[in-house]
């Protein structure tokens, strides 16, 4: 049985420039090479989770210059049919990436900060109890939806990131899961060691809620029932970019929750799921299929 994922998640364009240098005041500088690529945290966790096998809508907004992520989502399986559109432009970014590998990034919301309640309440409406209602900080109406799918009985899923004034309206006891890199953990909570942090999330959260914390090449940490589970990370041979990697994770790692595949085997589906991602190039384009997660883990099973 799968249960739905409902992602209320950002949708952006991002226009990535190679440029010699950062652009500096009255300069006009001539980029190395231009690529337009699908963004957003929640478009990549959808991704992630419809190539996981999850039953996955995404909610959220666009202008009219960002019909083709629709497309995108389509493509891997979401159900887009709850993405509306405004008279705004899409959210976009626009990414200097320097001889360094450096970058420098202005961000504008666009379509993302437009949503309305109503936007909020046709996301919401005919789901399942039980449904996994996911959101970020890359959007507005963060606490409203929060606060109007645990009404509904919704399972309540929450990924801080980017870390903002939002965080300070998010009640801890109506979450479910909890899911923070290692960053976003010591905002939280205001501790630096990876235990103190899991143990600190936890405290008042609902009896038998979730907090996992990522830790990159040191793997996952996970309080659940009182219970702490230690992750590891699968060997990188090469690591080429690892900007979509968390987002895989907490894809894969939903994805399989919501196929009640035990914690501790969901929590290693995603492990193996974000170190394929981070050996390949760009975001969305780098979140393996489950096929290829499988193999991994396969392949790691029997020592080659």
């Not at 090479?33 to 959220?60: E, T």
């Amino acid at each position: 049985m799968r249960t739905p994922i409902l992602n209320l998640g950002s949708l952006n364009i991002d226009h990535v420039y190679k440029v010699p240098h950062f652009v500096r005041p009255g300069e006009t500088l001539s980029a190395e090479s231009y690529v337009c690529n699908p963004g957003g945290k929640g478009l990549n966790q959808s991704i992630a989770a419809a190539r996981a096998g999850a039953k996955v809508i995404h909610a959220g907004a666009i202008g009219q210059d960002g019909v083709f992520l629709k497309d995108i989502l389509l493509d891997a399986g979401v159900d887009t049919t709850r993405i509306v559109t405004r008279n705004v432009a899409t959210g976009h970014a626009l990414i200097q990436v320097n001889a360094d590998s450096e970058n420098a990034i202005v961000l504008h919301g666009g379509a993302n900060l437009a949503l309305t309640p109503g936007d909020a309440d046709a996301a919401l409406a005919d789901l399942p109890p039980g449904t996994i209602a996911l959101t970020q900080n890359e959007t507005n109406l963060t606490v409203e939806f929060l606060h109007k799918a645990k009404r509904r009985g919704l399972t309540i899923a929450w990924n801080p990131a980017p870390i903002n004034d939002t965080c300070e309206n998010v009640p801890r006891d109506i979450l479910d899961i909890l899911i923070v890199n290692q960053v976003e953990g010591q905002a939280l909570s205001g501790e630096s060691e990876p235990d103190a942090i899991v143990r600190s999330l936890s405290e008042g959260m609902k009896p038998g809620a979730t907090v996992t914390l990522t830790l990159g090449k040191q793997g996952s940490l996970t309080m659940s029932m009182g219970r702490m589970l230690r992750t590891p990370a699968f060997p990188v041979p090469h690591a080429v970019d690892t900007t979509a990697a968390g987002d895989t994770f907490i894809g894969y790692l939903l994805a399989g929750l919501s196929q009640q595949t035990p914690l501790a085997e969901a929590l290693v589906q995603a492990s193996a799921a974000s170190a394929l991602c981070v050996q390949k190039a760009g975001a969305a384009s780098s979140i393996p299929l489950a096929a290829e997660t499988r193999a991994l883990r396969n392949s790691d099973r029997s020592g080659n």
